[in-house]
């Protein structure tokens, strides 16, 4: 199946410009990255659609201007979670602990949108003995561990303005607004329902643009993902939508930004050095046009070549990288399978490309020559897990 007539947004959703550039397409990938597939022939007959990147001149706002929102079918069957690493949960723990204490969240109400399977709302009702609510169609309540201290309740619906009477002093949202099309609407949505109170607090965490441009990640660009922020142009938004920026932030090898802001007029607090990055992010874009298909065409050369010499070659990560990698150098026997240590996904394919998705131990069966990494911060995770197993493949990173 595949999406026909796709939408063409003709004005930036952020701020409404219309100076508009579009700088990269990728066409029929899948409208979905992490729903599970039970089989191979439901993985490759998967609804597709189109990717037209558009980069907004007057804000810096990048989106997808193709965006139907009407293919996607977020469901329990969603499986985002990267719980399963060690890494990003110590990372998880850190930044909920650094929230806490900055913010004194102790005993306190908190609501988190697009809470997904709800670790991390757990972790901050947990660590600062708070109450919290989480809003996501994809989260499990079966999967839930808990928390030892603290209260968590879960609504399994997208938020909108309809639940803006859940009152809290800290609304979080991570890893979702670059999820949503009408990124100023929804921003208008929250400021509403978080009140005039410049004590309560807005946390909203999302990919790094400049990460993509810079190090040429075509990965790291798909379907799901139909908007796209640096610092500034995040700043910008919640500045222009009713709230003063208290910080910006990188983490996570500068994989992840984050704002920090509380309701006002968007111009009580000074510009953060951030959110001066118009010349950056041109220059950005510049570099990704020049190279991105320079870095497409020697990945295929190199899957190509790996091939030719009889290696069996596999990706490490089957989430949204992997299936982007996948789609966009239209791989087919070039790769075995793809490896995750997220077990729901065992005995699952991946979206569009069709390849088995396997747990780790599969490898000890099936060795592979070559394991192409779709995250570098996780190559030390990933080198202890085959070392262990008496496996010591190529590692190559993206």
């Excluded at 204490?101 to 997904?116: F, H, M, T």
């Excluded at 996501?136 to 303005?161: C, H, M, Q, T, W």
């Excluded at 065409?297 to 490490?316: C, D």
Aim: with cysteine.
């Amino acid at each position: 199946m595949t999406a026909s007539d796709s939408p063409f947004q003709h004005s930036c959703p952020s701020c409404g410009g219309s100076s508009l550039r579009n700088f990269y397409q990728v066409g029929q990938v899948p409208v979905h990255s992490v729903l599970l597939m039970p089989s191979r022939d439901k993985a490759t007959s998967y609804t597709r659609g189109d990717i037209e990147l558009a980069f907004c001149d007057d804000c810096g706002f990048i989106f997808n201007r193709r965006f139907d929102a009407s293919l996607h079918e977020y469901s329990q069957e969603y499986e985002e979670t990267q719980g399963f690493s060690g890494t990003f949960n110590k990372f998880h723990r850190r930044l909920a602990t650094d929230l806490i204490n900055r913010y004194d969240l102790r005993n306190k109400e908190i609501v988190e949108i697009g809470c997904g399977k709800g670790e991390f709302l757990t972790l901050l009702c947990e660590i600062g003995e708070n109450r919290g609510t989480g809003f996501d169609p994809a989260f499990i309540s079966e999967r839930l561990v808990p928390p030892a201290k603290g209260e968590v309740n879960f609504v399994k619906d997208f938020y909108s303005e309809k639940y803006s009477h859940y009152k809290a002093d800290f609304f979080c949202c991570k890893m979702t607004l670059e999820h949503i099309p009408d990124t100023a609407d929804f921003i208008r949505t929250v400021r509403a329902a978080v009140g005039d109170d410049p004590d309560n607090i807005v946390f909203f965490q999302v990919p790094n643009t400049a990460y993509i441009l810079k190090d040429l990640a075509f990965w790291d660009v798909y379907y799901e993902h139909c908007s796209y922020f640096s610092t500034g142009s995040l700043a910008r938004l919640f500045r222009n939508c009713g709230f003063d920026v208290l910080d910006l932030g990188l983490d996570y090898d500068d994989q992840y930004l984050m704002v920090e802001a509380r309701p006002g007029d968007g111009q009580g607090t000074p510009p953060h050095p951030l959110e001066n990055d118009m010349a950056d992010l041109r220059s950005g874009l510049s570099n990704f046009i020049e190279n991105a298909p320079i870095s497409i065409a020697g990945w295929r050369k190199r899957l190509n070549t790996w091939r030719a010499e009889g290696k069996r070659v596999a990706i490490w990560g089957s989430g949204s990288k992997g299936v982007s990698f996948l789609t966009t150098l239209k791989v087919s026997d070039e790769i075995a399978f793809g490896v995750d240590i997220n077990p729901n996904k065992h005995g699952t394919f991946l979206a569009g490309s069709g390849h088995e998705i396997v747990g780790p131990e599969h490898l000890k069966s099936f060795p592979p020559d070559v394991v192409i990494v779709m995250n570098p911060i996780y190559c030390e995770e990933i080198g202890r897990d085959l070392a262990a197993m008496g496996l010591n493949p190529e590692m190559v990173a993206v």
